[in-house]
Every structure is written in C-alpha cells, then in structure tokens.
C-alpha cells in the first residue's frame, strides 16, 4: 500500500515562502500524478496544484496561480509545492495525493486520487 508523507509545513508571516514535501518511502511515484490538496478550518477540502506522471501537465488552483509551484524530482522520489507571496487566507492543513493513472485533471478533482497523505500544517500570520 503505497504511503505518503508530507514535510514543509509551519508558521510563516504574510509575503514568506514555504516549500512542501511529498514523498512515499519505499516506492517510487514515477508513474502517478501527485495532487496537493488543502483544508482550512470549517472549509472543504479543495485541490491547490496537480502535476502529472510525466511533468508534462501541471494545473493550479486560481487562488494559487502565479504563487505556487508545483514539480518533482523523479531521482528523489519527491514532489515539491513552492509556495510564494502566502496570504493568511493559504492557512491550512495540506496534503498530497497520488493518481495511479498519472494524469492530472485541469479541475484537480479529490475523488480522482487513490492514496493521501496526513497532511502539513500550514499557519500564515503576523
């Protein structure tokens, strides 16, 4: 059962950057799409950014585009979200998600993938 791991999260003051981490140990995610996802308190879980098997199809969230950078580096079995010029309205619990197919759906839609995370939390405040 493939498991994945988020790392990055923490406090950062509105205008900072945060990187985020997923990784799956002892599996290689070179044939899924990756999904990050967010939650904010008494909100519904919704897709940030999505990159496909290939890095041929990354797709973002309108809140996030020109903001956020999805990517993965294959030899480290990792993807990446970049996260620039955070708002407090970024604020919440993120998590990243695997597709066995390995294609990334423009609506970055959370019943498309197959295995998530427990999540990172992230806190933009002064």
């Known amino acids: 059962q493939l498991q994945l791991v988020e790392s990055g999260g923490g406090l950062v003051q509105p205008g900072g950057s945060l990187r985020l981490a997923c990784a799956a140990p002892?599996?290689?995610?070179?044939?899924?799409?990756i999904g990050w996802f967010r939650q904010a308190p008494g909100k519904e879980r919704e897709g940030v950014a999505c990159?496909?098997?290939?890095?041929?199809?990354?797709n973002y969230a309108d809140s996030v585009k020109g903001r956020f950078t999805i990517s993965r580096d294959n030899a480290k079995n990792t993807v990446y979200l970049q996260m620039n010029s955070l708002k407090p309205e970024d604020t919440a619990v993120y998590y990243c998600?695997?597709?066995?197919?390995?294609?990334?759906?423009?609506?970055?839609?959370?019943?498309?993938?197959?295995?998530w995370g427990q999540g990172t939390q992230v806190t933009v405040s002064s």
């Open positions: 998600a695997a597709e066995r197919l390995g294609d990334c759906p423009r609506s970055i839609p959370i019943a498309h993938y197959d295995y």
């Open positions: 002892g599996f290689s995610l070179d044939y899924y799409a």
């Open positions: 990159i496909s098997s290939s890095s041929g199809s990354r």
